[in-house]
């Protein structure tokens, strides 16, 4: 399925999109097929699934154990696009990773091997939007939204040169800092959606961990709210993690579902 | 050079891969340095404390005794003799005064064995800016001392639980911290790596080395010498020699760490010689030579000089290696120790172990002819901070 | 200078007492330095030495922090950066170099803590003269990392095993050894101690401190200091800062080691400023001050810092209190560490603890007036020898 | 008495001199009264009595060794002085210090306590004739001999410098080096005496230890042995050290008879 298409049928709904991270591979291939049918049942509407590279210089301590977990139990990319080959969802899905693993496996069969397994969409956290012109170009070929992401601290003529470039959504980085569950939505948050002069879809991520911080996000006016580390902790503590991703998948979708209320 | 710094690569090398909430930190970087670097004041400024506190210029001395032994006519140039011990301080001086320059209150870093932190807190404290330096939990117990040293100087020494707990943790966890601090916070690398600006800036503040050698060599000798030979993890010292000599007909050896063979696994290297045996690829910010396997996952380097210990190495040093303009080659661990050992025994002077690959290669080079006949070696470092892990070695073999 | 020499005293103190066997040697040292201390040949090549190897001139530094913080404009001269790490090789060097010029085939020498040793070892590495190194057995188990630089350097280090197994041993059995072979070997004495002419030789060749200060602080502040400010032990960098401003009105400090307090007991002293509660006598070859019991036996004396630990200290020294021309003060060891903490963290300079008792009695002292607006502190050496001294004081007092 | 007289005696006699030395209060002042009796029973004909210094730089480890015996048993100079006077013996008796116990104690009381003690000479081995000239004053006024070293090493200026100033004996250093006990006795030895042109008596020391080596340096021209460090291992043995004092004086002292026969 096609990002844009899943948040069509969400705008339809009125509804927000809840897009739930989770990284590929942890602690087991197995687990990641299990997980994501739990988020899918909570509710949530995308998922990014993480190929998890040695160095993750962007993430948080709890998003980069659970790389380091995967990589522990040997995911690699050839194991991760067999993975989400099959994978029975039929929401969209999102791979995140680091630049060099697509810059080692070369950027045309990255792209087709996203392709042909179903994804939807690339994010690299470590590509703005200036490095990004060749990926951008097989990502057209092959019809894959390449996402960029947008800060606080983004200046006015950076902000136009990401819009230019803008597929599938906007992820909106809501606090400076790294990926990782806070108590608190900063107030940037608003302030850097309505910086953000697009029609494109606005997802919000980077802190976010209940239903209520969720809502708080919609009715700031994101189209969607991204989450990570609160789904990767409860991987971490392993006990009943399916039970316990799907019934958080499903407090945040319920808080996104009542901001629209 | 105003120029270059238009453009964030040196060919394909180079460049600026790093989190969107970075760039914008990177682009007043970029700014303010090119405000500076030309700036008579800022220099003026700078050029004093490499002088007064750094204790610049370092001598180009004619090592007699290894010359014989070697058989080619070396001059070191003694970086060795710079406050605290190595080259590091000429970077983090230039840094620390851009950091006050630019009005930005708060220093962070990342350290590996901690020769880098080191020269942080010693410049932070010249300055009186805070030092932040990140440094693995594992590093911080086997570099004690420069812990120590650190905090001495009034440092905050954070030891990062991450990972593997090594240097490229620290990395990793100095670049979150810039990413939740850019606006009052300058981060400090340490060598000619990393995103645009860094390459470019640290290999300037380091070319005070190469101008000063080119001064120097002309004094004694009236011509250029026909080799210069530097040892290689990021780069930062060798840029520094190699740079002021780009132009010149004179020969450029990057001498990087071959460890214990030129051999790896699926995870490991057992040698950091990034520009011999790495592959192109990406990593901190930049796009240049990384030791990776065949998914592109970064192997864990090693050395024993735990300044070359890195899987990386500077953009403009893979351009310069693809061009031709400088020659790669590589000292394992144990031709290492032995040159130093030549260098205390025969000079009085104990190089780092970092340094000392330099002087391995020369050793193994100079009987062919392809130095020529007069070289220059940069002492990186001085090697006080070594004498444990050699001691070390010594009882191993007994 | 010719005149002095011919005078083996300093006023009262000086001279030679030493056995009969070592007059000749000393005579024939008188002599020989004598003919090349002026000799442009000499001195050139010494020259020559001092810049490309030692890495002088050192730096004469404002210490702009440390100067806000004791309230009085200080200077630090950064023996410190000085290859080795102190003042020392200043001395050695020129020994190292008579001792080729004498024709002489072998080096000997005492060391305490390994400092002066190690200065032998690299200036006999350098000159390729076979250098061995006496050192108390007890030393050369506390300063294994000294030991063991010695020995890189091709240096015999020889155990003392009589007596206390320290200092004094070391000293009385080089002088021994001297004694049995003076006909081929140099005794390298590193402070401006011991039988004439050591007093003087070793003071002119530290005297390139006071005169590269000289020039200096006339570039710097267009005058004298008011006042300079030197550790004493033997004495030797304070009389190598003193020496070259006798003659003008500048204020001249002798800081020696105040230990745990100024007082004595019938075998040991809890500290070593000599001058200060010393009495006269004769020890290790002149006449001096010496502390010592009522009897005259040599006390043991005591500090934080190894190298300011000594029973005796410079004829000349002595001489110059005498008359007033120095003023002999002290600081104790918790004062010495204070400072110590306050150059770390203010200005990123780990000075030797040596060096820390000058820092220290600045401190005390600049309030009063008595120092004048402008001090030049002679930062002796390095601290990286004393991190573990000062990280035991800390984990004592936790 | 004095030196000069045990010398003329002698040398009516036709035989060489014995001079013991060993170290005062090693290892207790009463031990040293027994022992100066043995060495004088076996033929001794002068005494050297050491007076403990703290750093005694000419001394080789065997003699350092007893004289850090005789300190830590409380040796002072106001001991020792009471134990000189307190001995019974008619044949010379020297002091043999450093020069800092001599100067701290005050030149000229130290002198009037070594007459008033019957001690008839001094010996300093740290004090070379250029520095001597104030205690030479003061042992001229007391009648007390200031006995000096030559050495191999003494050039020619030099020993007429010494050969001015001697009184008592002339102390020949044998070899270069320290106090010692060794093998075999330096070629060097013969040529010394020669160099010495003087009537005063020539006693050579350094490293003698048996009656031949005794025997050889009267043959050599010398007028007497001294031996330190052979004795002074005797009592670092302890076990009936007065005994073997005594045997190795007599065999010293036949050594040098024989040398005469
Ligand atoms: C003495 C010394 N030399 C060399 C290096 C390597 O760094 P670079 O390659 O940047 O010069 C280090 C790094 O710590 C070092 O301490
Ligand atoms: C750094 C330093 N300063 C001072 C001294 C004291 O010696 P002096 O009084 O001869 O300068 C020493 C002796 O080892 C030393 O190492």
């Known amino acids: 399925m096609k990002i844009s298409e899943k948040f069509n049928e969400l705008k339809n709904k009125k509804e927000g999109a809840l897009i739930a991270y989770i990284c590929a591979g942890d602690p087991t291939p197995e687990a990641t097929k299990e997980y994501v049918t739990a988020l899918v049942r909570g509710g949530a509407d995308i998922i990014e699934l993480g190929?998890?590279?040695?160095?993750?210089?962007a993430d948080g301590p709890t998003i980069q154990a659970g790389i380091e977990r995967a990589l522990n139990a040997g995911m690699t990319p050839d194991t991760y696009f067999k993975t989400v080959g099959s994978l029975k969802v039929h929401i969209p899905l999102v791979v995140m990773t680091y630049y060099n693993l697509i810059f080692k496996r070369g950027l045309p069969k990255f792209v087709k091997d996203c392709a042909a397994s179903g994804i939807s969409g690339i994010i690299v956290p470590d590509l703005p939007a200036e490095e990004s012109v060749e990926l951008a170009g097989f990502c057209k070929k092959y019809d894959i939204d390449l996402i960029f992401l947008v800060a606080p601290t983004t200046t006015e003529s950076r902000m136009e040169r990401i819009l230019v470039r803008r597929t599938g959504f906007i992820y909106l980085v809501a606090r400076l800092g790294v990926t990782g569950a806070r108590a608190d939505i900063a107030g940037s948050t608003r302030e850097l959606i309505e910086r953000v002069k697009t029609t494109t879809p606005k997802a919000v991520g980077f802190g976010i961990s209940n239903g209520k911080q969720a809502a708080d996000i919609i009715r700031a006016g994101a189209d969607g709210v991204i989450v990570g580390s609160a789904f990767v902790d409860i991987i971490a503590n392993g006990k009943d993690a399916a039970g316990k991703l799907e019934a958080l998948a499903k407090e945040l979708k319920d808080g996104i579902r009542a901001a629209h209320g | 050079m105003k120029q270059e710094l238009k453009s964030t690569k040196f060919g394909k090398y180079g460049g600026q891969f790093v989190p969107e909430v970075l760039m914008p930190a990177l682009e007043e970087l970029t700014e303010q340095y090119?405000?500076?670097?030309?700036?008579p004041v800022f220099n003026e400024e700078l050029d004093y404390?490499?002088?007064?506190?750094?204790?610049?210029?370092s001598p180009l001395y004619h090592a007699k005794r290894l010359s014989k032994e070697y058989g080619v006519k070396i001059y070191l140039k003694r970086e060795d003799l710079v406050h605290g011990g190595a080259h590091k301080l000429n970077n983090t001086l230039g840094q620390a005064l851009l950091t006050r320059y630019m009005g930005k209150k708060r220093i962070i870093a990342e350290t590996g064995a901690g020769q880098h932190g080191t020269a942080c807190a010693m410049a932070g404290a010249a300055f009186g800016i805070k030092t932040e330096v990140y440094m693995g939990a594992k590093d911080t117990v086997r570099q004690r001392m420069n812990v120590y040293r650190m905090e001495l100087m009034g440092a905050k020494v954070i030891p990062v639980k991450s990972g593997s707990q090594t240097l490229k943790d620290a990395i990793n966890e100095a670049m979150r911290d810039w990413v939740a601090n850019v606006e009052t916070t300058h981060y400090m690398i340490g060598s000619v790596v990393g995103p645009h600006p860094y390459p470019v800036m640290v290999r300037d503040f380091q070319s005070v080395i190469g101008k000063e050698v080119r001064a120097q060599i002309m004094d004694k000798e009236g011509r250029f010498p026909d080799s210069i030979v530097a040892c290689t993890g990021g780069g930062s010292n060798a840029m520094g020699i190699f740079h002021p000599f780009i132009g010149d007909d004179v020969q450029l050896f990057a001498v990087e760490a071959g460890g214990t063979g030129m051999k790896t696994t699926d995870k490991e290297a057992l040698h950091s010689a990034t520009l011999c045996a790495g592959e192109e690829g990406v990593l901190h910010g930049a796009r240049t030579k990384v030791l990776q396997n065949k998914y592109g996952q970064i192997l864990e380097s090693s050395?024993?000089?735990?300044?070359?210990?890195?899987?990386?190495?500077?953009?403009?040093?893979?351009?310069?290696?693809?061009?031709?303009?400088?020659?790669?080659?590589?000292?394992m661990d144990t031709e290492a120790l032995a040159a130093f050992h030549d260098l205390c025994r025969l000079e009085g002077i104990i190089p780092a172990l970092e340094s000392s690959h330099a002087v391995a290669f020369v050793k193994k080079?100079?009987?062919?002819?392809?130095?020529?006949?007069?070289?220059?070696?940069?002492?990186?470092?001085?090697?006080?901070?070594?004498?444990?892990?050699?001691?070390?070695?010594?009882?191993?073999?007994?």
Do not use: M, Q, W
């Open chain 1, 51 to 57: 190929l998890p590279f040695s160095d993750p210089v």
């Open chain 2, 34 to 39: 090119e405000k500076y670097k030309d700036d």
């Open chain 2, 49 to 57: 404390y490499l002088r007064d506190f750094a204790g610049r210029p």
């Open chain 2, 303 to 331: 050395s024993i000089a735990a300044g070359l210990d890195y899987a990386g190495v500077g953009p403009e040093l893979a351009y310069l290696a693809d061009i031709g303009r400088i020659k790669p080659c590589n000292s």
């Open chain 2, 365 to 398: 080079a100079a009987a062919s002819g392809e130095l020529g006949d007069v070289v220059v070696i940069n002492i990186s470092g001085r090697g006080d901070k070594d004498l444990e892990t050699v001691l070390g070695v010594r009882h191993e073999n007994k």
